[in-house]
C-alpha cells in the first residue's frame, strides 16, 4: 500500500506570494490532516477533512485555506505569504473517521518564504 | 487551552540504557495518548496508542504507560540502540478524532 505523499517536498517563495500543497492520503482513507511544524512551536494543527468536509480549523489566520476532494486527495493554500510561513507542512490520513485511530503521515512540503 | 509538555528537549544517554521520556498535559482528559517517532527531515512515525483505560501498554523494547490522574505519560525504550536516536513526540486525541495535540518533542541521542 502507498503511503502518504505530499508534493512539492521543497519550495522558495517570496512574501506577498501564494503557495499551493498537495497531499494525497494512503488509498481507502477519508480523514486528512494538516499541520505547521516549526523549531519553536511543533507541530500545529491547521484543519482536518473527512469526507470533503472541514470538521475542525486551528487557530490560524484565514490566509490558510484548505480542501479536500472526492477521490480524498486534499489541498492547502496559503495566500499573501509571510516569512514567519517558513515551516515544514504535513500531511497526515487516517483510516478512521472517529478518535482513535493512527495518524499516517506525509514527508512534509518544506516552504521557505523569503 | 490544552498545553502539553515533554520532559525536556533533549535527552543523551548510554547505549543499552533505558531511556524514559515524560509527557505531561493540562487543561484536558484526553481519551487515547500516542507516542510517534519523528527523524529529520521526514514526518512522524506512529508508535503505540494507549487508551485512557489501559495503565500500560508494551510493544518489543517499547513501553508506554499513562497515568490519568498525574495527566502524564512515560514512555521507555528498554535497551536503547543508536538507530534509536530520533525525535519523539507525545500527541493526545481530541476524542472526535478531528484533532490531535503535539509536544513539542524530546530529541534523544543514545551514545555508542
Known amino acids: 500500500k502507498a503511503g502518504v505523499t505530499q508534493t512539492p517536498r521543497y519550495l522558495i517563495k517570496t512574501r506577498g506570494q501564494q503557495v499551493t500543497l498537495s497531499c494525497s492520503p494512503i488509498?481507502?482513507?477519508?480523514?486528512v490532516s494538516w499541520y505547521q511544524q516549526t523549531p519553536g512551536q511543533g507541530l500545529q494543527f491547521l484543519f482536518e477533512?473527512?469526507?470533503?468536509?472541514?470538521?475542525n480549523k486551528g487557530n490560524f489566520p484565514g490566509r490558510f485555506s484548505g480542501r479536500q476532494f472526492s477521490n480524498s486527495r486534499s489541498e492547502m493554500n496559503v495566500s499573501t505569504l509571510e516569512l514567519g510561513d517558513s515551516a515544514l507542512y504535513l500531511c497526515?490520513?487516517?483510516?478512521?473517521?472517529?478518535?482513535?485511530?493512527?495518524?499516517?503521515f506525509g514527508e512534509g512540503s518544506r516552504l521557505t518564504v523569503l | 487551552s490544552q498545553k502539553i509538555e515533554q520532559n525536556s528537549e533533549a535527552l543523551n544517554i548510554q547505549e543499552g540504557k533505558t531511556a524514559t521520556l515524560t509527557c505531561n498535559y493540562t487543561?484536558?482528559?484526553?481519551?487515547?495518548l500516542q507516542w510517534y517517532r519523528q527523524d529529520p527531515g521526514r514526518g512522524p512515525v506512529f508508535l503505540l496508542l494507549?487508551?485512557?483505560?489501559?495503565k500500560e501498554k508494551r510493544k518489543e523494547r517499547l513501553k508506554v504507560t499513562f497515568d490519568t490522574t498525574l495527566k502524564q505519560s512515560l514512555f521507555h525504550i528498554t535497551a536503547s540502540q543508536p538507530a534509536d536516536s530520533a525525535t519523539y513526540l507525545c500527541?493526545?486525541?481530541?476524542?472526535?478524532?478531528?484533532?490531535?495535540?503535539f509536544g513539542t518533542g524530546t530529541s534523544l541521542t543514545v551514545i555508542p
Open positions: 487543561n484536558y482528559s484526553p481519551a487515547y
Open positions: 500527541a493526545l486525541d481530541s476524542n472526535t478524532g478531528n484533532q490531535f495535540y
Open positions: 488509498s481507502g482513507h477519508r480523514s
Open positions: 477533512y473527512f469526507s470533503e468536509t472541514q470538521r
Open positions: 497526515a490520513s487516517r483510516g478512521s473517521g472517529g478518535a482513535g485511530g493512527e495518524l499516517f
Open positions: 494507549i487508551r485512557e483505560n489501559e
